[in-house]
């Protein structure tokens, strides 16, 4: 079993578990820009993790042969905030880097407008950049987060198949799937999925555009789930393809979008990231680059 974990917050994580996460299969991740837990007062703080997000931590992954990438954003919660709004003008420096691959997390958190201001703002720089949007569902209100947020994506004028609603559930997976966008399911004890739970929403809408992720972070949760729901998945009567779909193949294809996905050259053959595939070498590594 190969896994690509698309969302990840590595920065929380020890190093064991980039350990643990590789001897599992775990392959490649995205680590989303996201709150720390501790507010932050100023952009300097948000200069210095985002240098972390694209430098130190993709260096820390290779270590254990794992590919790290990064999205970046002002995070939903932190918008509320007038301090970090100048964030929004440090944020094109990022968005140039080659190991970024989509603007996020943006979003919701207590739907305020303020955050429906960075929300419209952040998903302008992902047009201006050219680049997938990965939008953060509140955990309170989710359903009428999730219809909010769509109807901002359709009025920014992003192609919803360039976005990816996350944290999605079994009362939002219907009304997301409809709008055309990916389909983004958190493997987080408590709060979020299960990995009988994503069997059965599996079972019930298919696997296209469906990203399963662990959202691993500083709270209580566990970097493996990924690779448990691939288990159940096989346990559940799904087959070896299915699994390498869903945790490998339709991450490949939503990042590879970005035109900066970077993947070992025995993963990145016969892969489509939209279009024609073009592959070109990088430190050793092959780069997915989206064609027309």
């Known amino acids: 079993m190969r896994v690509f974990d698309s969302h990840i917050h590595m920065t929380s994580r020890t190093t064991d578990d980039y350990e643990r996460m590789a001897a599992a299969g775990v ?5 989303p820009a996201f709150w720390l837990g501790q507010p932050r007062t100023n952009p300097g703080s948000f200069a210095d993790y985002f240098d972390a997000l694209v ?3 993709p ?3 290779s270590q254990f042969g794992i590919h790290h990438h990064a999205t970046i954003a002002l995070n939903p919660k932190e918008a509320n905030d007038p301090r970090c709004r100048p964030v929004l003008d440090l944020l094109p420096r990022y968005l140039d880097k080659d190991g970024v691959v989509a603007v996020g997390e943006v979003g919701y958190d207590a739907m305020t407008p303020e955050e429906d201001e960075v929300f419209a703002a952040q998903l302008a720089l992902a047009l201006e950049h050219d680049l997938p949007a ?18 901002v994506v359709a009025e920014s004028g992003i192609d919803p198949a360039r976005v990816t609603l996350d944290h999605l559930n079994e009362v939002t997976v219907a009304r997301a799937r409809d709008a055309g966008v990916w389909l983004g399911f958190s493997i987080y004890p408590d709060t979020k999925m299960s990995p009988p739970r994503m069997v059965e929403i599996l079972r019930r809408y298919g696997l296209e555009r469906v990203l399963v992720n662990s959202a691993a972070d500083w709270g209580r949760s566990d970097p493996l789930l990924t690779v448990y729901t691939g288990e159940a998945m096989l346990a559940g009567g799904f087959t070896d ?9 339709n991450p490949v294809e939503f990042y590879g979008q970005s035109g900066r996905l970077t993947l070992p050259e025995t993963e990145a053959h016969g892969e489509q990231t939209g279009g024609t595939t073009r592959q070109a070498t990088f430190a050793g590594n092959s780069i997915l680059r989206g064609g027309s």
């Not at 393809?241 to 193949?249: A, G, T």
Request: no cysteine; proline share 3%.
């Open 27 to 31: 392959r490649a991740v995205v680590e």
């Open 55 to 57: 430098g130190w931590e």
């Open 59 to 61: 260096f820390r992954a």
């Open 134 to 151: 990965l939008v953060h569902t509140p955990h309170r209100d989710k359903e009428r987060g999730v219809e909010r947020s769509l109807a």
């Open 241 to 249: 393809d299915d699994v390498d779909r869903v945790l490998w193949r």
